[in-house]
């Protein structure tokens, strides 16, 4: 039995699972084998002998079969890879992210073994030539899992601590992924609809990153959200279109929600219903 954070690896029937230090099941025993958490994955093998990545909720997320070889452990949100190229008969290795996003194209013949000290210089062979990998310069993908909360505000008491008059929900337009600004300020935004109790949160996630979080009160305490992705209508009714504007995910260098466009030009398209009336009401972007 390995422990981790109060999790215990169990062994039943030669299959492992995971409990609680109370002794509850957390997983059932179903993986041939198990490795200790780590920046909130599990490493586990399946029944065929497939390799794969799951969270604490036994939720896969890097899928089975896609490498050959993988980390046991993710050092501060990086793992490294290995996929057989069929074509030229080797292994080729690569990194990954806690999303499972391909931070290192997978390339190279060997990439040492990944130490937090030296994230900035991580030695990797290619076509028998010696190179550094800098971690470090990587654009970073900031990922929404094994969440840990420092602390969480509501709107009306996030105004007054930073110092801001308004919090607006803005989308950014490479990404389509949502974002709220407040001053000169951005955090992320956990949402996929009109939120009813929204609150703002400073949370850590499992890579070590620390930003703000704005979601609904009832998931205060989540460890794992998915991305809140920009959707853009196209085909509406007139009354619709008589509706359209304001918090309806302003272009990323909008200040004025009344002069409010879509990023990709087209001012009709708009999220989910967000609506004049929505925002006249307060149920909208009334953070004011």
Known sequence: MTANSDLIIYQENELYGLKDCNDNVIISPQYKEM???????ALVKNNKSQLGYINKENKLI??????????????????????????SGKDEWGII?????????????????????????????????????????????VVFSGL???????IENFKAIFNCTR???????????????????????????KPIAPVISVVINSAGSLFLLLHEKKDTGKTNFEKSIYKRHREKSSKQLSNTTSWEYEKENTID????????????????????????????????
């Open 35 to 41: 490795y200790p958490f780590s920046c909130g994955l």
């Open 62 to 87: 890097v899928p089975f079969d896609l490498y050959s070889w993988c980390d046991p452990q993710f050092v501060c949100g990086y793992a490294r890879v290995v996929r057989y190229n069929t074509i």
């Open 97 to 141: 992210d806690t999303d499972g996003n391909v931070i290192v194209p997978i390339k190279y013949d060997k990439i040492w073994s990944l130490n937090e000290s030296y994230l900035h210089s991580v030695k990797a062979f290619i076509e028998n030539k010696e190179v550094l990998i800098n971690l470090c310069i990587f654009p970073k993908r």
């Open 148 to 154: 840990k909360y420092i602390a969480t505000y509501t």
């Open 167 to 193: 919090i607006d929900v803005k989308v950014n337009p490479k990404t389509e992924e949502l974002f709220f600004s407040y001053g000169c300020h951005t955090g992320y935004v956990a949402l996929k609809w």
């Open 257 to 288: 929600s009344d002069s409010w466009s879509d990023p990709y030009g087209d001012e009709r398209a708009y999220y989910d219903g967000w609506s004049r009336e929505d925002v006249e009401s307060g149920l909208a972007d009334a953070y004011e």
